[in-house]
């Protein structure tokens, strides 16, 4: 099965800092996949490299079964939101749809404009005067109506309040469940990916440090709380991802799929945002965690 995005040791590197550093994924197509990290992490150096805004120092990378330093055919069937959502302040909504159609072979245009309208923006406006939810929903349009197979969006809804995020999502929910398309997209706000994604990746100091179907992640990690002890002291079966002690207590998030048979742990699931966090603040001794790619 062709994936979505693959990359095979993929890095890029301004002057001596990498950006991203041998990164190898393989996502499905079909997904909504949350890309998470800190600042400075990659994420937005990997979705550029993806859609071609950049060259990589080092690796491939293949966008629908394209490598896209050999062909760019591939990009009529992406839609990119990049950062900031960026439009044309002096320009009209309707005038940005003119140039959608122009720009797209594959331009729904009937879809753009019941989308504009059903959103109740006006067509004359100035899309530097509208609102922030309103910017953010045409540069959806925008991406949507050229009725792309790959959906990028890179922290779409970081400056959003919280109602114009929830709207914002709701309709890239609706559209990828009618299309069927992959998405990506990048956030810093877990809570929101919880929502609507069924796919992770975690990157940290331009490295993936985990990448799988939600579901399949936390159903193999667990937080387990005991009296104080140190991590060599637990299964070997069990890889710990993060750890904290008080003077008689001991817990750990730890990657297993076998049952905890200590009596004396307490052992809860994990949720998304606990997990996320616990990759992101690691622990020296951890080494990269298992990439899962799906053929």
């Known amino acids: 099965m062709t994936a979505a995005v693959a990359t095979q040791e993929l890095s890029k590197k ?63 069937k992406v839609g990119f939101v990049a ?65 792309p197979e790959l959906l990028i969006l890179d922290e779409p809804v970081a400056s959003l309040d919280p109602l114009a995020r929830r709207e914002f999502l709701k309709s890239l929910m609706d559209y990828a469940a009618e299309e069927g398309s992959s998405v990506i997209l990048s956030s810093h706000l877990v809570a929101d990916l919880e929502r609507v994604c069924d796919y992770l990746i975690v990157l940290v100091d331009s490295k993936v440090k985990v990448a799988g179907d939600i579901e399949e992640l936390l159903s193999s990690h667990l937080r387990i709380i005991g009296s104080r002890r140190d991590r060599q002291d637990l299964s070997s079966e069990m890889k710990v991802i993060e750890e904290s002690h008080t003077q008689r207590q001991s817990t750990f998030l730890v990657q297993t799929n076998s049952p905890v048979l200590d009596p004396g742990l307490v052992v809860e699931e994990p949720s998304l945002e606990d997990l996320v966090l616990a990759y992101m603040a690691g622990i020296p001794e951890v080494s990269k965690s298992r990439l899962q790619e799906v053929k």
């Open 83 to 147: 950062q900031d959502t960026p439009i044309y302040s002096g320009l009209s909504v309707g005038t940005h749809l003119y140039f959608g159609k122009h720009a797209n072979q594959t331009w729904d245009e009937d879809f753009a404009f019941a989308r504009i309208e059903g959103l109740k923006i006006d067509l004359k406006q100035k899309a530097g005067k509208l609102s922030g939810g309103q910017k953010a929903q045409l540069a959806l349009t925008l991406a949507v109506a050229k009725r």
């Open 14 to 76: 301004y002057r001596r800092k990498y950006a991203l550093s041998d990164c190898s994924i393989s996502i499905p197509k079909g997904k909504v996949v949350g890309l998470v990290g800190p600042n400075g992490a990659g994420k937005s150096t990997l979705l550029n490299l993806c859609v071609g805004l950049i060259n990589p120092t080092a690796g491939q990378v293949e966008v629908l079964g394209e490598n896209s330093l050999r062909s760019s055919s591939h990009l009529s």
